[in-house]
């Protein structure tokens, strides 16, 4: 990108096993993205799938608080556009979080976009 910002993903598909939709489990450790000093990150937006039978939600997390839910309905997929909400300042801790119903178990597919900025 010309005016040096950088693009981040986090994505990838991977398996999981709700433990109830009131408590999110981190969905895998390469999901997880700290601002690096002096810059600051913006999402852009975030894509899902999931392959199970039940409504499921993928939460990104900022500094270990729940910051937006994503649900994603059963052998559905969503896309959200974020553009540009809000700033990520450095040394903000991202993470995604799947919440599943007890017992549910399949696999989630997971693209969030972000530019980072010098």
Avoid: W
């Amino acid at each position: 990108m010309s005016d040096g910002s950088t693009p981040v993903f986090l994505q990838g598909p991977f398996a999981f096993e709700g433990k109830g939709h009131d408590e999110p489990l981190p969905i895998d450790e390469s999901l997880r993205y700290v601002v690096p000093a002096g810059a600051t990150t913006q999402p852009v937006y975030f894509r899902g799938g999931n392959s199970t039978e039940d409504m499921i939600s993928v939460v990104l997390f900022r500094d270990g608080k729940p910051m937006r839910y994503f649900p994603i309905a059963a052998k559905g997929a969503t896309h959200v556009a974020l553009r540009v909400v809000e700033d990520l300042l450095a040394d903000s801790v991202l993470e995604l979080f799947v919440a599943a119903p007890l017992g549910c178990s399949g696999t989630v597919v997971v693209d969030l976009g972000m530019v980072q900025v010098p």
